[in-house]
């Protein structure tokens, strides 16, 4: 619904959508403020250290099975990170 009328527009849809950088840099913020290190969160995933990297440069986003792990690892909520809270 628009915020103006009882319609749908397009406006404010995008207004409301949410982006990938958006949710990428929350990303790289909690890995780059928790407590682990990026090699011990590739450990812990059981994924090469460079992916972890790529995540914290904006290059790679995580499949949906790492990105849920990569949020427990974190102690944080994937609805931070999604940006839905």
């Known amino acids: 619904m628009c915020l103006l009328s009882s ?15 958006e949710i ?6 909690a ?9 011990e969160i590739a450990e812990k995933l059981g994924i090469n ?3 972890v990297s790529k ?8 499949s949906i099975d790492t990105f849920a ?5 974190l102690d944080v909520s994937a609805d931070e990170i999604l940006g839905l809270k």
């Open 24 to 29: 990428q840099k929350r990303l790289r913020e």
């Open 49 to 51: 250290p460079s992916t």
């Open 55 to 62: 995540y914290m440069r904006q290059d790679k986003f995580p």
């Open 69 to 73: 792990n990569l949020c427990q690892i």
């Open 7 to 21: 319609k749908n527009c397009t406006l404010c849809y995008y207004f409301y959508m949410i982006k990938i950088e």
């Open 31 to 39: 890995i780059e403020y928790g407590t682990l290190s990026q090699k």
